[in-house]
Nanobody
Framework: QVQLVESGGGLAQAGDSLRLSCAASGRTFNSAVMGMGWFRQAPGKGRELVASITWISTYTYYADSVQGRFTISRDNAKNILYLQMNSLKSEDTAVYYC?????????????????WGQGTQVTVSS
Protein backbone atom coordinates (compact mmCIF):
# COMPACT_ATOMS: atom_id res chain seq x y z
CA GLN A 1 0.00 0.00 0.00
CA VAL A 2 0.96 3.62 -0.53
CA GLN A 3 -0.10 6.58 1.56
CA LEU A 4 0.17 10.12 0.23
CA VAL A 5 -0.32 13.09 2.53
CA GLU A 6 -0.35 16.62 1.16
CA SER A 7 0.45 19.75 3.15
CA GLY A 8 1.26 23.40 2.57
CA GLY A 9 -2.03 24.65 1.24
CA GLY A 10 -3.79 27.69 2.61
CA LEU A 11 -4.90 31.20 1.85
CA ALA A 12 -2.73 33.46 -0.30
CA GLN A 13 -3.05 36.71 -2.15
CA ALA A 14 -2.52 37.10 -5.87
CA GLY A 15 1.19 37.30 -6.57
CA ASP A 16 2.17 35.33 -3.48
CA SER A 17 3.99 32.01 -3.36
CA LEU A 18 3.14 28.71 -1.70
CA ARG A 19 4.94 25.39 -1.58
CA LEU A 20 2.98 22.18 -1.42
CA SER A 21 4.51 18.98 -0.11
CA CYS A 22 3.40 15.38 -0.47
CA ALA A 23 4.85 12.84 1.92
CA ALA A 24 4.74 9.30 0.60
CA SER A 25 4.98 6.16 2.68
CA GLY A 26 4.24 2.48 2.53
CA ARG A 27 6.07 -0.71 1.71
CA THR A 28 4.98 -0.58 -1.92
CA PHE A 29 6.26 2.94 -2.39
CA ASN A 30 9.61 2.21 -0.80
CA SER A 31 10.26 -0.78 -3.04
CA ALA A 32 9.03 0.46 -6.40
CA VAL A 33 9.70 3.25 -8.84
CA MET A 34 6.91 5.77 -8.96
CA GLY A 35 6.05 8.53 -11.39
CA MET A 36 4.24 11.32 -9.57
CA GLY A 37 2.06 14.28 -10.29
CA TRP A 38 0.00 17.11 -8.90
CA PHE A 39 -3.61 17.49 -9.96
CA ARG A 40 -6.10 20.15 -8.97
CA GLN A 41 -9.85 20.48 -8.91
CA ALA A 42 -11.55 23.85 -8.83
CA PRO A 43 -15.18 24.22 -7.69
CA GLY A 44 -17.55 22.94 -10.33
CA LYS A 45 -14.75 21.65 -12.56
CA GLY A 46 -13.06 18.36 -13.26
CA ARG A 47 -9.69 17.32 -11.95
CA GLU A 48 -6.80 18.46 -14.12
CA LEU A 49 -3.11 17.62 -14.21
CA VAL A 50 -0.97 20.54 -13.11
CA ALA A 51 2.49 19.00 -13.25
CA SER A 52 4.19 15.63 -13.25
CA ILE A 53 7.67 14.24 -12.78
CA THR A 54 9.30 10.94 -13.61
CA TRP A 55 11.04 8.67 -11.08
CA ILE A 56 14.53 10.12 -11.46
CA SER A 57 13.29 13.58 -12.36
CA THR A 58 14.43 13.22 -15.92
CA TYR A 59 11.23 14.58 -17.37
CA THR A 60 8.69 17.07 -16.11
CA TYR A 61 5.40 18.22 -17.55
CA TYR A 62 3.45 21.40 -16.82
CA ALA A 63 0.00 22.50 -17.83
CA ASP A 64 0.07 25.62 -19.99
CA SER A 65 -1.76 27.54 -17.28
CA VAL A 66 1.10 27.11 -14.78
CA GLN A 67 4.14 26.92 -17.06
CA GLY A 68 6.80 29.33 -15.84
CA ARG A 69 5.10 29.87 -12.46
CA PHE A 70 5.05 26.40 -10.87
CA THR A 71 7.94 24.00 -10.34
CA ILE A 72 7.59 20.32 -9.48
CA SER A 73 10.42 18.49 -7.77
CA ARG A 74 10.99 15.41 -5.65
CA ASP A 75 13.38 14.09 -3.04
CA ASN A 76 13.42 10.32 -3.42
CA ALA A 77 15.63 9.87 -0.36
CA LYS A 78 12.92 11.49 1.78
CA ASN A 79 9.95 10.28 -0.29
CA ILE A 80 8.61 13.81 -0.68
CA LEU A 81 7.10 15.48 -3.72
CA TYR A 82 6.98 19.28 -3.94
CA LEU A 83 5.11 21.88 -5.92
CA GLN A 84 6.51 25.38 -5.71
CA MET A 85 3.83 27.82 -6.79
CA ASN A 86 4.87 31.39 -7.56
CA SER A 87 2.93 34.37 -8.89
CA LEU A 88 -0.32 32.83 -7.76
CA LYS A 89 -3.53 33.88 -9.47
CA SER A 90 -7.13 33.64 -8.34
CA GLU A 91 -7.70 30.97 -10.97
CA ASP A 92 -5.20 28.74 -9.14
CA THR A 93 -7.80 28.33 -6.39
CA ALA A 94 -8.53 24.62 -6.11
CA VAL A 95 -7.99 21.50 -4.08
CA TYR A 96 -4.57 20.13 -4.99
CA TYR A 97 -4.00 16.39 -5.04
CA CYS A 98 -0.79 14.40 -5.06
CA UNK A 99 -0.82 11.22 -7.15
CA UNK A 100 1.57 8.32 -7.72
CA UNK A 101 1.86 5.87 -10.57
CA UNK A 102 3.58 2.48 -10.50
CA UNK A 103 5.95 3.31 -13.30
CA UNK A 104 9.09 5.32 -13.83
CA UNK A 105 7.10 7.39 -16.32
CA UNK A 106 4.13 9.67 -15.75
CA UNK A 107 0.73 10.14 -17.35
CA UNK A 108 -1.68 12.95 -18.00
CA UNK A 109 -4.96 11.29 -17.07
CA UNK A 110 -6.41 10.55 -13.67
CA UNK A 111 -6.66 6.90 -14.65
CA UNK A 112 -2.90 6.77 -15.22
CA UNK A 113 -2.31 7.06 -11.46
CA UNK A 114 -2.71 4.35 -8.88
CA UNK A 115 -2.58 6.22 -5.58
CA TRP A 116 -4.01 9.52 -4.43
CA GLY A 117 -3.74 11.82 -1.45
CA GLN A 118 -6.70 13.45 0.27
CA GLY A 119 -5.96 16.88 -1.14
CA THR A 120 -5.04 20.27 0.27
CA GLN A 121 -7.01 23.47 -0.34
CA VAL A 122 -5.33 26.44 -1.98
CA THR A 123 -7.31 29.68 -2.05
CA VAL A 124 -5.95 32.73 -3.81
CA SER A 125 -7.66 36.07 -3.31
CA SER A 126 -7.32 38.83 -5.87
Amino acid sequence: QVQLVESGGGLAQAGDSLRLSCAASGRTFNSAVMGMGWFRQAPGKGRELVASITWISTYTYYADSVQGRFTISRDNAKNILYLQMNSLKSEDTAVYYCAARRSWTTGRRESDYDYWGQGTQVTVSS
